[in-house]
């Protein structure tokens, strides 16, 4: 029985000393070969990453070849938990030692704050993102319309249209972008937010009403636009798909201003007689697509409408909602209320 337990502590210390030399020259020896070079590759912490999310990536995208040793090498200096979120370029070629001193500094690229407004059309997005040096305005609307690989790993966008750009699926927030990020890093932000915001709960109710996420997009841009607060906005949700059932035209002042870029509360003769599948007076039921960017306020009163016995409705340049029952009462209301 001691010459078994001699053994076994002698394999023990053997085990020890092999796992601390590995530990040691994992740590801080560097691979001789093209040691010399200064190509680096970029590597991206996202928040609320720990230590060991850390380690299985660069292991995995090939930075390091032990991840245990990483995870040992970043307890024993305790800056397991000070890895910052950021990105990073980092040589090819050094030790864990080296990485880990680097994503524990403020080496961490610049990172924008972007700010996109419930209700901002994907023109003034582009418009916006030029103005912060975050992207050109022409290639960043020139990505909306080209369908990439990508799209396929949302759901929000799969019941998008061909033919249909992304305009509503931008979904209004701030965000981080790092300095050098793609339009396409940009674009699975806001739409990743977009597909979390719209959760299972809500995706169930869509479909009991035989609607989808791009018809309740669209309808939720025109709320965006024509009203402000939830109460107001279930309401009209609730006179829109009343109208859309019966098959009564939207009427919705919004749509047209989004044909001619104005901002009119009441559109004139000469712009509801235009030819265009967005003009609601023309043309019943949904346009082609949303009108904007709504935000979760609008896209909720979209998805639960609140019944009441109006058909119509207006708002006052004070931004008043008032509600008619019939269209008589409506055009008094446009008299009153719209001089």
Same mark, same amino acid.
Request: charged content about 30%; cysteine-free; aromatic content about 12%.
């Given at each position: 029985?001691?010459?078994?337990l001699r053994i076994f502590s002698i394999l023990v210390l053997l085990a020890a000393v092999f796992i601390l030399g590995s530990y040691l020259f994992y740590s801080s020896?560097?691979?001789? =070969?093209?040691?010399?070079? /200064?190509?680096?590759?970029?590597? +991206? +912490?996202?928040?609320?990453?720990?230590?060991?999310?850390?380690?299985k990536r660069l292991r995995e995208e090939g930075f390091i070849q032990n991840s245990f040793i990483f995870n040992m090498y970043?307890?024993?200096?305790?800056?397991?938990d000070?890895?910052?979120?950021?990105?990073? !370029? +980092?040589p090819k070629n050094i030790s864990i030692k080296d990485i880990i001193g680097i994503l524990s500094s403020m080496r961490a690229l610049e990172q924008n704050k972007i700010t996109i407004i419930e209700g901002w059309e994907n023109t003034e997005i582009a418009q916006y993102l030029e103005d912060k040096g975050v992207s050109k305005?022409?290639? /960043? #609307? !020139?990505?909306l319309k080209k369908r990439s690989f990508w799209w396929d790993d949302y759901e929000v966008l799969? !019941?998008? &249209?061909?033919?249909?750009?992304? =305009?509503?699926?931008l979904f209004p927030d701030t965000y981080l972008v790092f300095k050098n990020a793609s339009i396409d890093d940009i674009l699975k932000?806001?739409?990743?937010? #977009?597909?979390?915001?719209?959760?299972?709960q809500m995706r169930r109710d869509i479909k009991e009403q035989n609607m989808n996420i791009h018809k309740i997009l669209t309808l939720a841009s025109i709320i965006e636009k024509e009203v402000v607060g939830g109460e107001d906005r279930a309401i009209v949700s609730g006179i829109f798909h009343k109208r859309l059932k019966e098959g009564?035209?939207?009427? %919705? @002042?919004?749509?047209?201003?989004?044909?001619?870029?104005?901002?009119? %509360?009441?559109?004139?003769? @000469?712009? +509801?007689? #235009? !030819?265009? &599948?967005?003009?609601?007076?023309?043309y019943r039921g949904l346009p082609p697509g949303p009108i904007n960017n709504p935000g979760l306020s609008a896209i909720r009163a979209a998805v639960y409408p609140k019944d009441s016995s109006y058909y119509y409705f207006l708002t006052t340049p004070q931004g008043a909602v008032i509600y008619s029952k019939n269209f008589e009462e409506h055009v008094a209301a446009k008299k009153k209320f719209l001089k």
């Amino acid at each position: 029985m001691r010459k078994i337990l001699r053994i076994f502590s002698i394999l023990v210390l053997l085990a020890a000393v092999f796992i601390l030399g590995s530990y040691l020259f994992y740590s801080s020896a560097i691979n001789k =070969e093209n040691s010399q070079s /200064f190509e680096t590759r970029k590597f +991206i +912490i996202q928040n609320g990453e720990s230590s060991e999310d850390i380690s299985k990536r660069l292991r995995e995208e090939g930075f390091i070849q032990n991840s245990f040793i990483f995870n040992m090498y970043a307890w024993q200096t305790k800056k397991d938990d000070k890895l910052r979120a950021g990105e990073y !370029d +980092i040589p090819k070629n050094i030790s864990i030692k080296d990485i880990i001193g680097i994503l524990s500094s403020m080496r961490a690229l610049e990172q924008n704050k972007i700010t996109i407004i419930e209700g901002w059309e994907n023109t003034e997005i582009a418009q916006y993102l030029e103005d912060k040096g975050v992207s050109k305005k022409n290639d /960043f #609307l !020139d990505a909306l319309k080209k369908r990439s690989f990508w799209w396929d790993d949302y759901e929000v966008l799969w !019941d998008l &249209p061909k033919g249909v750009d992304l =305009e509503g699926y931008l979904f209004p927030d701030t965000y981080l972008v790092f300095k050098n990020a793609s339009i396409d890093d940009i674009l699975k932000k806001m739409i990743s937010n #977009l597909d979390k915001k719209i959760d299972a709960q809500m995706r169930r109710d869509i479909k009991e009403q035989n609607m989808n996420i791009h018809k309740i997009l669209t309808l939720a841009s025109i709320i965006e636009k024509e009203v402000v607060g939830g109460e107001d906005r279930a309401i009209v949700s609730g006179i829109f798909h009343k109208r859309l059932k019966e098959g009564i035209g939207l009427q %919705a @002042d919004s749509t047209i201003n989004y044909i001619t870029g104005k901002s009119k %509360a009441r559109s004139s003769l @000469d712009d +509801i007689s #235009l !030819d265009n &599948p967005y003009n609601t007076y023309k043309y019943r039921g949904l346009p082609p697509g949303p009108i904007n960017n709504p935000g979760l306020s609008a896209i909720r009163a979209a998805v639960y409408p609140k019944d009441s016995s109006y058909y119509y409705f207006l708002t006052t340049p004070q931004g008043a909602v008032i509600y008619s029952k019939n269209f008589e009462e409506h055009v008094a209301a446009k008299k009153k209320f719209l001089k």
